[in-house]
T-cell receptor
């Protein structure tokens, strides 16, 4: 069974640019959540996707957007990058059944540096 | 609103001695609680979870945690530390809403001395 994978592992961008991060969910998992982990802090919830629709959102501005595809993989897009967007971006997948989202399993993350 | 407080930002133990990482939670209902571990430059790995079944939860790599409602605590323990246990540990509560999003503590960095 393949776990959650993310690409790329590292990325360097400059302020004002746009970035796309990718996540493949674990087999059988239909829900993907994205988290931002700034240096020295715990991860913060960005948003979640279920059946290709946004299922909930944390306290992040609209320039953070996402997609989920029919195979349950997902993308995180960030426009107009700011220095504070430098962080480890984590994707987590989980199964959802009976209206309930189960345990979330994390990928290795993408380290984004904004210069 | 749900939250967790990790009482120690750094813990240092000697190899072979017990590990105790402390976590208190705040929740308006019976929470789902988790411990995740993060090794340097790695993602998060689930150690164990509590979902209102047995109050003593056993996880991977010899870790366990006890849910104590009267103390609103969910401390993580291991009888004997190994060098490979050196990592950052996060106590986590789920918000129980539509997304069941995870709310993380600030983390405890565990150092294991030889």
């Amino acid at each position: 069974e393949t776990g959650v994978t993310q690409s790329p592992t590292h990325l360097i961008k400059t302020r004002g640019q746009q970035v796309t991060l990718r996540c493949s969910s674990q087999s059988g998992h239909n829900t993907v959540s994205w988290y931002q982990q700034a240096l020295g802090q715990g991860p913060q919830f960005i948003f979640q996707y279920y059946r290709e629709e946004e299922n909930g959102r944390g306290n992040f501005p609209p320039r953070f957007s996402g997609l989920q595809f029919p195979n349950y993989s997902s993308e995180l897009n960030v426009n107009a990058l700011e220095l504070d967007d430098s962080a480890l971006y984590l994707c987590a997948s989980s199964p959802k059944s009976g209206g309930r989202i189960d345990t979330q399993y994390f990928g290795p993350g993408t380290r984004l540096t904004v210069l | 609103a749900q939250s967790v407080t990790q009482l120690d930002s750094h813990v240092s133990v000697s190899e072979g001695t017990p590990v105790l990482l402390r976590c208190n939670y705040s929740s308006s209902y019976s929470p789902s609680l988790f411990w995740y571990v993060q090794h340097p430059n790695k993602g998060l790995q689930l150690l164990l979870k509590y979902t209102s079944a047995a109050t003593l939860v056993k996880g991977i790599n010899g870790f366990e945690a006890e849910f104590k409602k009267s103390e609103t605590s969910f401390h993580l323990t291991k009888p004997s530390a190994h060098m490979s246990d050196a990592a950052e540990y996060f106590c986590v509560v789920s918000d129980g809403g539509a997304t069941n999003k995870l709310i993380f503590g600030t983390g405890t960095l565990l150092a294991v001395q030889p």
